[in-house]
């Protein structure tokens, strides 16, 4: 079970810090994920993390901005977001995915097998 949590409202070029803790099962067993979707768009991909977190992969449209990390004795994921835009308002799921190898990073959603809720992020102008 993943739960998220961190979002809320920001000015454009602030930043947040999102969580992601997971129960129930050790999270170094999977490889972790971040989503987002705005209001009248489909679920996009973010960025996602490898068991160890030796690899990392980021959608363009985050790149330099945003880092993700993990944290496996404390079960937390975390997405580290910076110089926020408008175009970053969106609802943030994190996901995870087991029986992967170690260095093993996915970019779709069907990927993925644990969602946790999601977490609502606005940025003003």
């Known amino acids: 079970q993943l739960q998220a949590f961190g979002g809320g409202l920001v000015q454009a070029g602030g930043s947040l810090r999102l969580s992601c803790a997971a129960s129930g099962r050790a999270s170094s067993n999977y490889v972790m994920g971040w989503f987002r979707q705005a209001p009248g768009k489909e679920r996009g991909f973010v960025a996602s993390?490898?068991?160890?977190?030796?690899?990392?992969k980021y959608a363009d449209s985050v790149k330099g901005r945003f880092t993700i990390s993990r944290d496996n004795a404390r079960n937390t994921a975390y997405l580290q977001m910076n110089s926020l835009k408008p175009e970053d308002t969106a609802v943030y799921y994190c996901?995870?995915?087991?029986?992967?190898?170690?260095?093993?990073?996915?970019?779709?959603?069907?990927?993925?097998?644990?969602w946790g809720q999601g977490t609502q992020v606005t940025v003003s102008s």
């Open positions: 996901t995870g995915r087991g029986y992967t190898s170690l260095s093993s990073t996915y970019v779709s959603p069907t990927d993925y097998t644990v």
């Open positions: 993390i490898s068991r160890r977190g030796y690899t990392t």
